[in-house]
């Protein structure tokens, strides 16, 4: 599993290739690259469990970059590229991270963060553009491609939102073993999903998130050849799992929804006979829609349930679950447990709080978060709800109680709430998450209006509902990533909530429920 090992073995094969064919790079440029990119950090002064930021679209160089802090036992931070910069901006500041590398479609961001960021010690752009940072190729040109004494592995430092809607930092125990010891993951991807040297691995969604990231260096580890895609397209994904003979691929079932909405002869008429493991994660996913998807590919879909604190993992094979539908599968390594609100174990069919006995990890900069997340048996939960059967197969009643998924991605309520309770026409917001067939979850704002938009005496005419809907979302994209605004603006007389104040968000969900049957 060492990458220069592997680069010996094997110099002229493809490490990751463009599924357009675009650009590639071999296994020998690759740990060259990433050796440079190990002394850039060191000639930098970051050292072991120090951070840097990776703020780049999907595009071979970022292997590179992560190779180089995974070698030189750096904590590297994917940084989702659709953010904007105050979004972006607060995570690389929160984490501490020292280097920020971007690309050419998030320079103008990367621009603004250096330069409102004191720590960081360097910014630095792949590719050309004219936006006052420093050239990567510059940068990694100067430096000598030699190992540095005492390799050890590094680790992913992913961000997730809290409580407070303000994105917090998983740190997952890690004790920096020597590189090419491996990662969980990595060991995980041949011992149950089959990846070997001779594994082709489609990688179609963002890799600033955790599994796109995970399985693809693994794929490397393992020799195997990254395929990536610059952005999800249904047709374009066939067309690569067909032309480069893809062996192993991962979803979340809005891919899957987008692929069954091709017309049935277009997707049809693709070569997918390479196929041997279909992988699907992230967001529950319609049993109708994974029906389909079975019937069509065969018994090749293993699903898996986990989060990116690494505590725990189920899975569930194609022949598994249309025996049990709408389980997520048994857990392996870690014992899953159930438990009530008094904390004790459930027995099985009952709903309750999911715990994991597995890895430890705490949330970066929130003690409160983390002493939530493990009870006094030092179990750790994610917040999900759901229940076992007899056999130890895992449903999931919800996914977090306030949290939206929407085509596999996390939307977190109380951040879209923030951007839009102090515009002047609000009085009150709540915003979650509706049924929606091709992306799992839509987002809604549920709002009560400031009270003179509704009777004020003054008023010359009723309220604009339409035009009032158009404001807020114009003004939450104005403070958002366009992925977490709402779609729809519902206007209520008053939401419920506690006298403490406390929100009745489910009470929210099943008043537009009943208002959408109606």
């Known amino acids: 599993m060492h ?89 690389v500041a929160d984490s501490g991270a020292q280097l920020l590398f971007a690309s050419p479609e998030t320079a103008a961001v990367a621009a603004a963060i250096a330069r409102d960021s004191p720590q960081l010690k360097a910014a630095y752009l792949v590719g050309a553009a004219d936006s006052g940072l420093e ?31 303000r994105p917090k930092g998983i740190r997952r125990s890690h004790e920096f073993p020597p590189f090419g010891t491996g990662l969980a993951l990595d060991h995980l991807m041949a011992l149950v999903f089959g990846f070997t040297a001779g594994s082709v691995y489609l990688c179609p969604a963002p890799l600033y998130h955790a599994a796109p ?23 374009e994904c066939l067309r690569a799992i067909e032309r480069h003979r893809i062996t192993h691929v991962q979803f979340v079932p809005t891919h899957f929804v987008r692929m069954l909405k091709l017309p049935e002869a277009e997707r049809r008429g693709f070569d997918l006979s390479s196929l041997e493991l279909v992988i699907h ?20 879909i293993t699903e898996y349930y986990a989060g990116s604190e690494g505590n725990g993992i189920t899975i569930i094979s194609s022949g598994e679950w249309l025996q049990r539908p709408g389980s997520v599968g048994r857990a392996i390594g870690a014992v899953v447990h159930i438990a009530g609100p008094d904390g004790q174990e459930l027995p099985a069919g009952e709903n309750g709080a ?25 179990w750790s939960t994610l917040g999900d709800i759901g229940r076992l059967d007899a056999d ?45 067939d091709e992306m799992g979850q839509s987002v809604v704002a549920v709002v009560q209006p400031a009270a003179r938009e509704l009777d004020d005496p003054a008023a010359t005419a009723p309220l604009d509902q339409p035009a009032l809907a158009a404001e807020l979302l114009a003004h939450c994209r104005s403070r958002l990533a366009s992925f977490k605004c709402p779609r729809a603006v519902e206007f209520v007389a008053e939401l419920p909530r506690l006298p403490t104040g406390k929100l009745l968000r489910r009470l929210v969900r099943d008043q537009y429920a009943a208002r959408s049957r109606r």
């Not at 740990?31 to 469990?49: F, K, M, N, T």
């Not at 949290?403 to 596999?408: A, E, K, Q, V």
């Not at 939307?411 to 009150?428: C, G, K, N, R, S």
């Open 3 to 91: 990458l220069s090992e592997i680069a010996a073995r094997t110099p002229g094969k493809t490490a990751v290739v463009m599924s357009d064919g675009s650009a590639a790079v071999s296994y020998a440029e690759l740990d060259r690259r990433s050796l440079q990119v190990a002394r850039l950090l060191e000639d930098h002064g970051v050292g072991q469990a120090d951070r840097i930021a990776i703020l780049m679209a999907n595009r071979p160089e970022y292997f590179e970059i992560a190779w180089g802090a995974q070698r030189h036992g750096s904590c590297w931070v994917p940084v989702n590229w659709h953010l904007t910069a105050a979004e972006a901006g607060y995570i």
């Open 135 to 165: 050239s990567y190729q510059r940068a990694i040109a100067a430096r000598p491609a030699a190992q540095l004494d005492g390799e050890t592995e590094g680790i992913t430092f992913f961000y997730s939102s809290g409580t407070t809607g």
């Open 213 to 235: 990231i995970g399985f693809s260096m693994g794929t490397q580890r393992h020799g195997g050849t990254v395929v990536l895609m610059p952005r999800f397209d249904a047709a």
């Open 281 to 300: 994660a992230a967001a529950p996913c319609p049993a109708e829609v994974k029906r389909q998807m079975i019937g069509w590919l065969g018994p090749k």
């Open 354 to 378: 999911i715990y994991f006995d597995g890895g430890k990890f705490e949330y970066h900069n929130d003690p409160a978060k983390t002493a939530g997340s493990v009870n006094e048996r030092g």
């Open 392 to 436: 130890g197969y895992l449903y999931l009643a919800d996914r977090r109680t306030d949290l939206i998924i929407s085509g596999g991605v996390n939307i977190y309520p109380a951040e879209v709430e923030e951007a839009l309770i102090m515009h002047p026409a609000v009085a009150d917001v709540a915003v979650i998450g509706v049924p929606d």
